[in-house]
């Protein structure tokens, strides 16, 4: 009995090719030629990338004068997993002075680190004058992934919430201008986004362990996060809250919150770096947001 050979043939899935960013802003002027390709992108993506353009040159600006007066800046960056934490940063330290600008991820303290007061490992790292620093994760791990996962136990939790906003004020109060940004996904866009992972082999290093366990653990971080921004939110040392399922307009509105917040040589006007206020939402309306839905938890935001 002879078997035929099915005529089908089996496509290996491509990852679709994405443009470099800037690419396009860079050549939305290039001339048609024979040796060139026409690329079609939406319209969004290039307004995007303008505007992108502008927030950075608006950064630099605020660098030169920072270096001048000799001013520090500490933005903090929490959320949950996939948030676009990583991603915002990337964007808008991409070209300030490195010589004056440091992103601190730190991994889990070592055997010397678990003795040592809580804060310790993280002051060693607060900016000197002129120098802009990012936490990509923060001393807030006690606040919500400790906790959830075990890390920590509950007396620590509860300590470090009662001391933390007097930490943050002794930052204030010394001249450290404070951001703290909570990057707020839904489940949804998450689990998308921990699939694409998967996929996209430029991503794999982002896969982790507990990819599954963040959604598993949805409900408990939730609890958590109500917690930390109650104890935690206060006038000196406020929250900011970038609602981030849409990756390009939580970097725009990120970077514009910051740019507005500060006093610099020739900046743009107001109306300009005014944020969306449907993107950027303040701790105090983020309560008032978790309060109302207690008891509904698949309406309450990520």
Same mark, same amino acid.
């Given at each position: 009995?002879?078997?035929?050979?099915?005529?089908?043939?089996?496509?290996?899935?491509?990852?679709?090719?994405?443009?470099?960013?800037?690419?396009?802003?860079?050549?939305?002027?290039?001339?048609?030629?024979?040796?060139?390709?026409?690329?079609?992108?939406?319209?969004?993506?290039?307004?995007?990338?303008?505007?992108?353009?502008?927030?950075?040159?608006?950064?630099?600006?605020?660098?030169?004068?920072?270096?001048?007066?000799?001013?520090?800046?500490?933005a903090i960056f929490e959320g949950r997993d996939a948030a676009g934490k990583g991603g915002t940063i990337k964007r808008m330290?991409?070209?300030?002075?490195?010589?004056?600008?440091?992103?601190?991820?730190?991994?889990?303290?070592?055997?010397?680190?678990?003795?040592?007061?809580?804060?310790?490992?993280? +002051?060693?790292?607060?900016?000197?004058?002129?120098?802009? +620093? +990012?936490?990509?994760?923060?001393?807030?791990?006690?606040?919500?992934?400790?906790?959830?996962?075990?890390?920590?136990?509950?007396?620590?939790?509860?300590?470090?919430?009662?001391?933390?906003?007097?930490?943050?004020?002794?930052?204030?109060?010394?001249?450290?201008?404070?951001?703290?940004?909570?990057?707020?996904?839904?489940?949804?866009?998450?689990?998308?986004?921990?699939?694409?992972?998967?996929?996209?082999?430029?991503?794999?290093?982002?896969?982790?362990?507990?990819?599954?366990?963040?959604?598993?653990?949805?409900?408990?971080?939730?609890?958590?996060?109500?917690?930390?921004?109650?104890?935690?939110?206060?006038?000196?040392?406020?929250?900011?809250?970038?609602?981030?399922? +849409?990756?390009?307009?939580?970097?725009?509105?990120?970077?514009?919150?910051?740019?507005?917040?500060?006093?610099?040589?020739?900046?743009?006007?107001?109306?300009?770096?005014?944020?969306?206020?449907?993107?950027?939402?303040?701790?105090?309306?983020?309560?008032k947001h978790m309060e109302d839905n207690l008891m509904e938890p698949k309406k309450l935001r990520g």
């Amino acid at each position: 009995m002879s078997h035929k050979k099915s005529g089908k043939k089996h496509k290996r899935k491509e990852t679709p090719v994405k443009l470099l960013e800037e690419t396009a802003y860079k050549n939305i002027h290039t001339k048609k030629g024979h040796d060139k390709t026409a690329i079609w992108i939406k319209n969004a993506h290039l307004q995007y990338e303008i505007e992108l353009k502008k927030l950075q040159i608006e950064l630099m600006k605020l660098q030169s004068s920072m270096k001048l007066n000799g001013q520090r800046i500490l933005a903090i960056f929490e959320g949950r997993d996939a948030a676009g934490k990583g991603g915002t940063i990337k964007r808008m330290i991409a070209h300030l002075n490195p010589r004056f600008t440091r992103v601190v991820a730190l991994t889990k303290p070592n055997e010397t680190e678990l003795t040592q007061w809580y804060f310790q490992r993280y +002051v060693t790292h607060l900016p000197s004058a002129g120098e802009f +620093v +990012v936490f990509d994760r923060s001393w807030y791990n006690r606040a919500m992934v400790e906790p959830v996962m075990g890390f920590c136990s509950d007396e620590q939790n509860k300590r470090f919430l009662k001391d933390v906003p007097m930490f943050e004020e002794m930052l204030v109060k010394d001249g450290i201008k404070l951001f703290k940004f909570y990057f707020s996904v839904s489940k949804k866009i998450q689990k998308e986004r921990f699939d694409s992972r998967k996929e996209d082999p430029l991503k794999q290093y982002k896969l982790s362990p507990v990819d599954n366990l963040a959604q598993e653990y949805w409900d408990q971080y939730s609890v958590r996060k109500f917690q930390m921004l109650s104890e935690t939110n206060r006038t000196l040392s406020p929250w900011t809250i970038i609602r981030s399922d +849409v990756k390009k307009t939580a970097r725009i509105n990120c970077m514009r919150h910051v740019l507005s917040q500060m006093d610099y040589d020739n900046k743009l006007p107001v109306k300009e770096l005014s944020p969306d206020s449907d993107v950027v939402i303040s701790g105090i309306d983020e309560l008032k947001h978790m309060e109302d839905n207690l008891m509904e938890p698949k309406k309450l935001r990520g």
